[in-house]
């Protein structure tokens, strides 16, 4: 049993400390105001650094990165409230490709990824198929040595600055649906896609995408004809990794900073009892959400692939952080009622801005029911729900 | 370099004690120790199994918490009637105090005496001698003090109050005040840790109880209403484990995060002890209630600890400070939030 990083792996973590402390002030209201949580600046600076394929092997011309520094690369970053989901979007479905992925695809897009150069995004979400994702009803339809793509997809966030969406098709209306799914990357510019963007609560840009007869070759194909479900279940696994408990870490980081700093009209925050009792109960969640998230870490580590550990850390670390982000408000008060970043608002903003975000860490990458269904049936042992017709 | 993995001796001390426990903390033998709660023949055998000297340094090596924290998490998770904790605890101390620990049971009080009295002290009903801290001093009682006992407890512990007149003084000063930090949080690392053992065996009393019992034509477990509160509770059970450990580490390694994490531990294990073994009881349905099944044993185990701890309250203090110091040595690194 141990607790702490290696001296490579911290001296690892100091340098994307001193990288992040030399970012311009302000940068992650910046970017954050954008509603576009990628900024472009910040993505080719760690490309420069190589760091957009640390993880990769040093024979493919990546740093070798073992998962510890990895995480705490990740975590560095939302601490300093950088949000870096286009690298992380762009990241797994290179991750992805490199296992599933044609030669071609492998040659051509991952190094684009890897180099900094493009963005991608993930079409899985449709406006009638969230949580069962395998429902999905946009249409591939062969025609000669290609495909006819027909349909729309929902929460495609970050299409609007990406070259290639990751997207799930129907191939075969005539089987189970896990099997008549197929995988394909298509480029954003082609014939036929429109990108509309649909705004959110937390002040989150994402979009809703249309595809009108889009045609795409054969060599757009991701994984098998019908095979799409595999291809999902490769990608899903490298997107376990829970953000929450990041999220986590920067509003706690905030909140403690506007708890000591003594308000106009009275002592700091801190003194209040109700602000302390907060403040504990959403650092102790912060400790568990983040030994959970290093647990996973740890078992990738070790080549074991985080199955329920991935459910418990998704749901506790979500779950908390809205707590914590509701609580903070709570206790902040009426000024809460004050927003945005650089305009007077207690803690900047950030505790009420969470408090929105919040609620979607609890939604996407497999809702809190979602989550709680396979800790009940993998974790418990308990057995599969069953829906109740009527009259049974 | 973090790992999660239990040691090899780790293991065989679990290996051991969960046949030791299957024999000899039955919930029968839980039952006929009530309302005391000590069963004195349960206490023989973890005698003869080396406890509680094995928490005494060997060639000059303390012991680990650790392995301790594996120990009390076991006793927990079959509500031993007996006094691990407290007596590790003592011992410890004995031995950083550089006093000789004999055979008798000595147990501790996690609270400071209140006018020369140590109230309600987890075994000192049937204690020889009982640790407590007075002021600045560090005292030892007994045997042949005068002890309180309650007429009736919650859940047994053996809880007495312990009237410290005329005690030995073990330390004074700055040094007994510093021996008692260390020992409080050994004794919230263990404690947090009988929670956590606490905890997983009342969730898996509910969830095993959800998959047999058949209501509407099948079992209850497969209802998302009654399994997703059993999933919550997992979730708890499981980060309780986690930051038991980390606590434990913290302590044997001397780690500046000790006192924080231990208090931490202590609060989280109790939320999570409550959860589960409520929603372990409530899973139960009626049955839940009566006294014939075993479940209620766990939910009462699990409020008495968490009330001798102080539950998450009397954690504020310690965790805040831990968040304050933790934010302080990141920044040294100037980074800041941009």
New interface residues.
Partial sequence: ??????AA?LRFR?EV??F??G??????AAVHDTGTLHSWDVHRAMAERGWLKAAWPVEQGGQGRDP?EMATLNE?FA????PIEGWLIAELVAKTLQIVGTQQQRHEVIPAILGGEILLCLGYSEPDSGSDVAAARTRATRDGDGWVIDGQKMFTTMAHEASYVFLLARTNPDVPKHRGLTMFLVPLDADGVQVRPVHTLGGERTNATFYDRVRVPDSARVGEVDGGWDVMMVALAFERQPAAAGHLL?L???A??WA?TAGPDGPAP?ER?EV??C???A??DL??SR??G??M??LTSRDVLPHTEGS?AK??SS?ALMRASASLVDVVGADALLTGHGTGAPADGWIEHEFRHSVVTTIYAGTS?I???I??ER????????A?RAG? | ???????SE?LDLRAGLTALFADHSTPARVRAAEPLGFDPALWAVLGGFGFPHLAGSRDGAPARL?DLAVAAQDAGACLASAPLVETLVATRLLDRLGAAAGDDLVTFSPRPAVAGVARTVPWAAVADRVIACDGDRILIAGPGHDVERPKQTLAGLAIGHADLTGATVLAEGPAAVSAFAEARADWQVLTAAALAGVAAAG?HLG?EY??TRHQ????I????AL??Q???A???V??AQ??V??A???GD?GSPRRHG?AA?AA??AGRAARQATDRGLHAHGGYGYTLEYDIQLYFRRAKALSLLSGG??A???A??A???AD?DS?SD??????
Avoid: C, N
């Avoid at chain 2, 370099?1 to 040691?7: E, I, K, P």
């Avoid at chain 2, 477990?221 to 998302?224: N, P, T, Y």
């Avoid at chain 2, 690194?333 to 941009?338: I, N």
């Fill in positions: 049993m141990d607790f702490e990083l290696s792996q100091d400390r001193q992040l402390a970012l311009p002030p302000q940068t992650s510890f560095e601490r300093a409230g950088i920067h706690l980081g905030r403690l900073d000591r801190i009892p302390r009792a403040l504990a109960r650092y102790t400790e568990v030994l959970m290093y647990r870490t740890w418990l749901l506790f779950e029911e989550q709680r269904g800790i009940a974790h418990l042992g308990l057995p599969r729900a069953t109740r049974s | 370099m973090m790992d999660f993995a239990l040691s780790q650790a969730l969830v959800a998959k509407f034509g099948q079992p477990g497969a209802f998302q399994a997703h059993l999933a919550d997992a979730a708890l499981d980060g986690l930051l450990q980390e434990a580490w913290a390694t994490l931490m609060a989280f998450e309250s954690a504020v203090d965790v805040v831990l968040a304050l934010t990141d690194h100037d980074t800041g939030r941009r």
